[in-house]
């Protein structure tokens, strides 16, 4: 393929996934607060009730997508909990949503 065939097909995608197993320096984070609004926004995703205990917060919180940045993943002390699989599946679409 030329150069610029593949400049072309390249420039059609607003993102793309690497599945590859490489580890990366950097993570890509959201913040979280327990600072609940009354109504959570299009961009915000509730963690509450059966879950909490996964996570490992103290609290019922939100994840705010408008919030998210990188970190060197060498600043990262340790990991205090997760999400279910429909919550993170929740997340990435709000995600994907609002980088549309």
């Known amino acids: 393929m ?3 065939e593949r400049d072309k097909t390249a420039a059609g995608f607003g993102f793309f996934l690497d599945r ?3 580890v990366r320096p950097d ?3 959201a913040a979280i607060t327990s600072q609940i609004p009354p109504t959570p926004g299009d961009d915000e995703v509730l963690l509450s009730g059966n879950e909490l205990k996964e996570t490992g917060l103290p609290k019922p ?3 705010k997508l ?3 940045f990188t970190i ?8 205090i ?8 599946g ?3 679409e709000k995600l994907m949503q609002s980088l549309r």
């Open 2 to 4: 030329h150069r610029s």
């Open 20 to 22: 590859s197993n490489k």
């Open 27 to 29: 993570l890509v984070v």
């Open 61 to 63: 919180s939100i994840v």
């Open 66 to 68: 408008s919030k998210i």
């Open 72 to 79: 060197h993943r060498g600043l990262i002390r340790k990991k």
């Open 81 to 88: 909990g997760h999400v279910s699989d429909s919550t993170r």
């Open 90 to 92: 929740e997340i990435l």
